[in-house]
């Protein structure tokens, strides 16, 4: 019984401290601290891009990375480089996420409808010089693939954004 007893108190300990940094990193994302380093074009709108998290741990930089890699190609877009184009943000408005929170909110919770739109490109493994230690915090790089085409199907079905052609 004294076993089961320790068991079941450190099975709760474990919970309660996952539970409290998955709080502060969803604390931290709401910042919205991020860089977005475009690496190349997919087949069928897709782009694989590097996302540079901040974090006081490194691992939970790395897990944000997913949402800061949607929400960039929502609202900040990303510079060009040699042989991959640029990108404007799919919002054409930069208070569109406070005027459709009610949208934006779920879309962008712990496991919300985002993750539809984003994988890793290698299982979350990050490369030797992704992580750097910036101050009390890491810069945390990691290549992600973000399918625009589908993400702005979905966003212009749901009413977020207008269709491509609309303004003519």
């Known amino acids: 019984m004294k076993n089961f007893f320790l068991l079941f108190l450190?099975?709760?300990?474990?919970v309660s401290a996952f539970s409290q940094a998955k709080k502060k990193a969803d604390k931290q994302t709401e910042a919205w601290r991020y860089e977005i380093e475009v690496l190349s074009t997919g087949a069928q709108g897709t782009y694989q891009i590097k996302v540079w998290s901040y974090s006081k741990k490194a691992s939970v930089a790395s897990e944000q990375s997913?949402?800061?890699?949607?929400?960039g190609i929502i609202f900040k877009g990303f510079v060009g480089k040699q042989g991959v184009p640029g990108a404007r943000p799919l919002a054409d408005s930069p208070n569109?996420?406070?005027?459709?929170?009610?949208?934006?909110e779920p879309f962008f919770e712990d496991g919300g409808k985002y993750m539809k739109f984003v994988s890793m490109t290698t299982d979350g493994?990050?490369?030797?010089?992704?992580?750097?230690?910036?101050?009390?915090?890491?810069?945390?790089?990691?290549?992600?693939?973000?399918?625009?085409?589908?993400?702005?199907?979905?966003?212009e079905a749901a009413g977020i954004i207008k269709k491509l052609g609309a303004g003519f």
């Open 10 to 14: 450190g099975l709760c300990l474990s």
């Open 66 to 71: 997913k949402k800061n890699a949607v929400h």
């Open 96 to 104: 569109l996420e406070n005027e459709k929170a009610d949208f934006f």
């Open 125 to 155: 493994a990050i490369g030797a010089g992704d992580v750097q230690k910036v101050g009390k915090e890491y810069k945390v790089g990691v290549v992600v693939n973000v399918n625009v085409a589908e993400l702005r199907k979905d966003l």
